[in-house]
């Protein structure tokens, strides 16, 4: 199999097995048998640890295994009640939100629309929300655990929007898109018209600013060290700071100047938090 596989990828440096840590042995044997045998790429065994539920280790003998597909629909239903929780889901009562994202996109002709078409929209709108949410949840869960760790998965936990999750990066992403929306002016206005003004920083700002320049050395360590486990971290730190920072100041009703200064640097935080998420094979979702 692995003499196949440097054939099918002639130009290949390096091949990874990932697969789980209890087959250390085996793959310890077997590229010490490759090289014997004079195939010389770099073979690598990226092992990870159990995947184990909070109710205990899975057992097929004990009929506890949960199946990946029925794992993702748990938590996709999770992640749905936690979206409808979250934001009180009214359709009726939302309709005219939707009738100024109508008019916004379409000419008044196109926008005649029936109220129960309106609402079949916001219910798909929803669905497609909840289904990035729930993938979110569960990728990164499991990518922010160091691969050589057990994992410990708790459905309930991955779905919040608080604290290290993928939906908490998600929503802070989509916080960003709401400002932007907000804002009529474009990013290389916004950061041309910056420039106009002098740049003083304040705490947060700074914070903001340290953490983006590691970015590109968050990427480079999760590569050498084959563990997304890095970049994971540094996004939920990454927007912690965004967070704490929108707290505490203005950006559209700050003074001309500070307001230019923070949506620039805000462009550049959903940019990066985008990239990011994709990194991980997370969708970056527009609104939440």
Same mark, same amino acid.
């Given at each position: 199999? +692995?003499? /196949? &596989?440097?054939?099918?990828?002639?130009?290949?440096?390096?091949? #990874?097995?990932?697969?789980?840590?209890? =087959?250390?042995?085996?793959?310890?044997?077997? *590229?010490?048998?490759?090289?014997?045998?004079?195939?010389?790429?770099?073979?690598?065994h990226l092992s990870y640890g159990l995947m184990r539920?909070?109710?205990?280790?899975?057992? $097929?003998?004990?009929?506890?295994?949960?199946?990946?597909?029925?794992?993702?629909?748990?938590?996709?239903?999770?992640?749905?009640?936690?979206?409808?929780?979250?934001?009180?889901?009214?359709?009726? +009562?939302? &309709?005219?939100?939707?009738?100024r994202l109508e008019a916004n996109r379409h000419t008044r002709e196109s926008t005649k629309r029936t109220e129960?078409?309106?609402?079949?929209?916001?219910?798909?709108?929803?669905?497609?929300?909840?289904?990035?949410?729930?993938?979110?949840?569960?990728?990164?869960?499991?990518? $922010?655990?160091?691969?050589?760790?057990?994992? #410990? *998965?708790?459905?309930?936990? +991955?779905?919040?929007?608080?604290?290290?999750?993928?939906?908490? #990066?998600?929503?802070?992403?989509?916080?960003?898109?709401?400002?932007?929306?907000?804002? =009529?002016?474009?990013?290389?206005?916004?950061?041309? &018209?910056?420039?106009? *003004?002098?740049?003083?920083?304040?705490?947060?700002?700074?914070?903001?600013?340290?953490?983006?320049?590691?970015?590109?050395?968050?990427?480079?360590?999760?590569?050498?060290?084959?563990?997304?486990?890095?970049?994971?971290?540094?996004?939920?730190?990454?927007?912690?700071? #965004?967070?704490?920072?929108?707290?505490?100041?203005?950006?559209?009703?700050?003074?001309?100047?500070?307001?230019?200064?923070? /949506?620039?640097?805000?462009?550049?935080?959903?940019?990066?938090?985008?990239?990011?998420?994709?990194?991980?094979?997370?969708?970056?979702?527009?609104?939440?």
């Amino acid at each position: 199999m +692995a003499e /196949l &596989r440097a054939e099918e990828y002639p130009k290949a440096s390096t091949c #990874i097995y990932v697969v789980g840590k209890d =087959q250390e042995y085996h793959f310890k044997a077997l *590229f010490i048998l490759l090289k014997k045998l004079g195939l010389n790429k770099t073979y690598y065994h990226l092992s990870y640890g159990l995947m184990r539920l909070k109710e205990g280790k899975m057992s $097929s003998r004990k009929g506890t295994v949960v199946h990946a597909d029925e794992l993702i629909e748990e938590v996709y239903n999770l992640a749905g009640n936690e979206y409808i929780k979250r934001y009180k889901l009214d359709f009726r +009562a939302q &309709r005219s939100d939707m009738s100024r994202l109508e008019a916004n996109r379409h000419t008044r002709e196109s926008t005649k629309r029936t109220e129960e078409e309106i609402i079949d929209d916001l219910k798909n709108q929803r669905q497609e929300q909840v289904f990035a949410i729930g993938l979110a949840a569960l990728k990164y869960y499991l990518l $922010s655990v160091d691969p050589s760790k057990d994992i #410990i *998965f708790d459905a309930e936990q +991955a779905v919040r929007f608080e604290g290290a999750t993928g939906p908490y #990066i998600q929503y802070t992403y989509a916080r960003m898109r709401s400002i932007r929306i907000k804002n =009529q002016e474009s990013r290389i206005e916004n950061a041309a &018209r910056a420039q106009e *003004f002098e740049i003083v920083l304040n705490q947060e700002e700074r914070v903001i600013i340290n953490k983006l320049a590691q970015f590109q050395s968050i990427i480079e360590k999760s590569a050498r060290e084959y563990s997304p486990a890095h970049l994971a971290h540094y996004l939920f730190e990454l927007a912690e700071s #965004i967070n704490s920072f929108y707290h505490k100041h203005q950006v559209l009703k700050a003074e001309e100047g500070d307001r230019e200064k923070r /949506l620039a640097l805000l462009d550049v935080c959903a940019v990066v938090l985008k990239k990011g998420l994709s990194l991980l094979g997370i969708e970056a979702v527009e609104r939440m």
